[in-house]
């Protein structure tokens, strides 16, 4: 009868085991260096900003959002979203994308806009900004 204990508790042990190992293994890295990022073949959260310099596509008809992101040291990228635009992506001041490169291009599965917040905007006014 204890065999049956001891045998139990050590599946148990290996199924914890194995279960914290699979969640190291998939969890998503945040990159801001563009070149890892189209070297990497992984699915990435990257960070950087709407390059504003370039405009954007609404592909209506593929149900696809199309803009460029700008990386910290000025490198850029083409973001291919399958969606529609945030409502508040052109007040954004950063993006975080999260999705993999391939085909010359970033194919998000997700958008995260940061934007000036409320409380920015009211210190500002008070520091005469």
Request: glycine fraction near 10%; charge should be positive; hydrophobic fraction near 35%.
């Amino acid at each position: 009868m204890k065999n049956k204990y001891i045998i139990g508790g050590i599946i148990i042990v290996i199924f914890f085991i194995a279960l914290g190992f699979l969640f190291t293994k998939t969890s998503i890295k945040y990159e801001d260096d563009f070149q890892k990022i189209r070297q990497s073949g992984k699915i990435v959260n990257v960070t950087g900003s709407w390059d504003k310099e370039k405009s954007y596509v609404i592909d209506s008809k593929n149900n696809r959002f199309i803009f460029y992101i700008k990386g910290q040291n000025g490198d850029e990228m083409k973001v291919i979203y399958k969606g529609t635009i945030p409502n508040n992506f052109e007040h954004a001041t950063s993006v975080v994308v999260t999705g993999r490169y391939k085909d010359g291009a970033f194919h998000a599965r997700e958008i995260l806009t940061k934007c000036p917040s409320k409380y920015q905007e009211a210190e500002n006014s008070a520091q005469g900004g």
